[in-house]
């Protein structure tokens, strides 16, 4: 089935996504799972799962009465999802959430625990202004402070996208004060931002590092022994030791902080460590590469 020609509506969408994670990453799949993710009766559930077999993935499941249950084919392919256990992941964390607020809340899902740092502090008011302003593509003036500026300074933003780095949101926007495209942490700003009616000049497209794309090469750490470079190698599914990682040459600092790579330093320890970028010198920061360190480190 062509994506042209999925269903519309969220909540089917929703409903289709979950019969398929569950089934790939748990092996087993009821209208139980259904009924107590989305509170819909046992007759509709199950008719999502033949909507979801007939419709979108023909042969993907099969019943078997032994386990009273939908397990995945053979042949099983991912058409709603992409396959990957970060999906399961949100699952179980959805479900953690949910746990918290209504006790006897039960998805079906198995115990599990997914660890979360605190977040950062965003005002619902901040976020619904900047929200806004991206959204409409209008300017935005904000009151912005930094661990390298700690008094607060007014300018004038023109934001074109919000980005999340797992515990924390940043914009990314041009800034009129610095004449370039800056990111700017969310709990930053000092004060409710104002959005205003004048149209941004400076889009997505004039960022360029926003639209330029570059290839990040992952590898163990050298200093590992051959042994302990290949256990990494299995845990990211490295082929011939390399990870390949395709990503906006504005989120690189991000992506590496997130697998504990800078650009610069490493850490004395290789068993900390772990991975290392091997292909520093093709990014094509040149001079723009302090800014990204500071950006990652929270500096500005």
């Given at each position: 089935m062509k994506k042209t020609d999925?269903?519309?509506r969220?909540?089917?969408?929703l409903r289709y996504r979950l019969i398929e994670t569950v089934a790939l990453w748990e092996g087993r799949l009821t209208t139980n799972h259904i009924c107590h993710s989305f509170g819909i009766g046992r007759q509709q559930a199950s008719k999502d799962i033949n909507t979801y077999l007939r419709e979108l993935a023909p042969g993907n499941l099969l019943y078997d009465r032994h386990l009273k249950g939908y397990v995945p084919a053979p042949k099983f392919r991912p058409v709603v999802t992409r396959g990957e256990v970060s999906e399961y992941l949100d699952l179980l964390a959805r479900q953690q959430n949910l746990s918290h607020t209504f006790e006897s809340l039960d998805l079906g899902l198995p115990d599990s625990h997914v660890?979360?740092?605190?977040g950062?502090?965003?005002?619902?008011?901040?976020?619904?202004?900047?929200v806004t302003a991206t959204r409409n593509g209008r300017q935005l003036r904000a009151s912005y402070t930094s661990l390298s500026r700690p008094?607060?300074?007014?300018?004038?933003?023109?934001?074109?996208?919000?980005?999340?780095?797992?515990?924390s949101w940043h914009l990314r926007a041009w800034c009129d004060s610095n004449r370039e495209f800056r990111d700017f942490a969310l709990s930053r700003l000092r004060t409710v931002p104002e959005a205003l009616r004048q149209r941004a000049r400076h889009t997505s497209q004039h960022d360029e590092d926003w639209v330029r794309e570059v290839n990040l090469v992952i590898t163990p750490d050298h200093r590992l022994t051959e042994a302990q470079q290949d256990i990494i190698a299995r845990d990211?599914?490295?082929?011939?030791?390399?990870?390949?990682?395709?990503?906006?040459?504005?989120?690189?600092?991000?992506?590496?902080?997130?697998?504990?790579?800078?650009f610069d330093n490493e850490h004395p320890d290789p068993l900390v460590q772990q991975l290392e970028l091997a292909n520093p010198d093709e990014l094509g920061f040149g001079s723009r590469r302090e800014q990204a360190l500071k950006a990652v480190a929270g500096l500005c």
């Open positions: 999925w269903p519309i969220w909540d089917l969408l660890v979360a740092g605190p950062r502090v965003i005002p619902p008011e901040t976020m619904r202004a900047v008094e607060p300074v007014e300018t004038i933003l023109e934001p074109h996208t919000l980005v999340c780095t797992g515990d990211y599914g490295m082929q011939g030791g390399r990870l390949t990682i395709r990503t906006r040459a504005a989120l690189t600092p991000y992506v590496l902080s997130r697998m504990g790579i800078t």
